[in-house]
Each structure stands twice: as C-alpha cells, then as structure tokens.
C-alpha cells in the first residue's frame, strides 16, 4: 500500500498541473466587459478594468479544471480571465463588421470592374476605328503598291528599250567611222589616180608637141611649079 501511495500522488499532481499551450486566439464573447487579473482569482490585481466583447486574444496558458485561462491583449498585456468568457470563433458583431467590410472592399472592387470594364469597351472602340482606318489603308496602300510595280515593269521594259538603242546608236557609230575611214581612203585614190592622169597627160602634149613637127607632110614639086 505504502508503494501505491506515491504512484497515486504521482498521478493525480499530473492531472493537476496546470495545462500550458501554444499561442493560440480566443475571442471575448458578445456583450461583455471582462477584466484581466494578475491572477488565477477573484482576488488578484486588475490589471484591465474590461476587455470588450470581440477583443482577440492570444491564449498562452488554459486551466479548464480552475475555469481560468493566461491571455495576451493587442497591446501585450498579459493575465488571467475567466475561460468561461472565451470563445474560439470571433463573436457576431465581429462576423457582422468582417462582413461588411468585405461586402465593402467587393463593392468597391466591383466599382472599379465596371469602371474598368467601361474603359476597356471604350478602348476597344478605339481600337476598332483605329482597325478599320488601318484597313483602309492598307488597301489604299496595295493599291499603289501594284501601280508601282506596273510602272517598275514599264520602266524595265523602258531601260530594256534604251540599252538595246544605245547598242544600235554605238554599233552605227562603228559603221559610220568606218565608212568615213573607207571614203577617205577612196578619195586619196581618186586623187592620186586623176593626178597620175593628169601627169600622163602633160607627158603625152609634150611628146605630141616634140614629134608633131616631124609628121608634117612635106610639099610636093610639080611640074606645073616648073
């Protein structure tokens, strides 16, 4: 019996002790100002006059056997409430303002969707106007593209035309140089040939003057001279 006793004094300081936790968030409940004591009783210190309904807090230390819980405020102020007064979920005036806040922020996000959305259609207006003066000009532009190449081709055909003369007009000059080179050849032997005439001339008058004297006929003595 006297080996059982410590076991058991063992075992119920166990389930005694006090639980300590990890910070976790409790909530004050609806409509209520509870205060914070520096202690585990009625007895202690106050060192909060009385936290409002919906204060978050975070919970260090939880006695459920003594009904009371350590706390931590916003501020840092740390004691002990009655766990009684604390819930897990925030209250429902907290739930209420979370609400409407949300409610708000998707109001005014919703706002700025249509807001956004009307720009956006704008915008595409603009795009849209701006789309079918692009069209239009780029048909305006392939329409000139294909007269410049129409005239590109007439100008091809143009310098195709004016090499080929240009070869003609070199090839005539040829011709003619030549030809000029052939009548001035030509004339010098006309030259020379009526100036070899000429000469053969004067030598031919010169040889008929020469023996023109010798083939007069010579006077006959008749007897009638006598």
Do not use: C
Request: no cysteine; charged share 25%.
């Amino acid at each position: 019996m006297k080996n059982i006793l410590p076991y058991l004094l063992t075992t119920s300081l166990l389930f005694a002790a006090p639980a300590t936790l990890s910070a976790e968030t409790r909530y004050i409940t609806d409509l209520l100002h509870v205060p914070v004591r520096s202690g585990k009783g009625n007895e202690f210190r106050i060192l909060h006059r009385g936290l409002p309904s919906g204060t978050q807090l975070e919970l260090l230390e939880d006695i459920p056997t003594e009904g009371w819980a350590r706390i931590r405020t916003p501020k840092g102020t740390e004691g002990w409430v009655r766990r009684q007064y604390l819930i897990s979920e925030p209250v429902a005036k907290l739930k209420l303002a979370q609400a409407e806040n949300s409610l708000a922020r998707f109001e005014q996000l919703e706002g700025n969707l249509g807001g956004e959305v009307q720009r956006l259609e704008e915008e595409n207006g603009l795009l849209s106007t701006s789309l079918s003066t692009v069209r239009e000009q780029n048909q305006t532009l392939a329409t000139e593209l294909k007269a410049l190449k129409a005239l590109s081709a007439d100008a091809l055909d143009l310098n195709e035309r004016h090499q080929k003369l240009l070869h003609q007009y070199e090839l005539l000059k040829q011709e003619k140089t030549m030809v000029e080179a052939e009548i001035q050849r030509l004339s010098g032997s006309e030259s020379h040939k009526w100036y070899l005439y000429g000469a053969l001339s004067v030598v031919l008058g010169a040889l008929l003057a020469m023996i023109a004297p010798h083939m007069r006929p010579r006077k006959r003595h008749t007897e009638w001279a006598n």
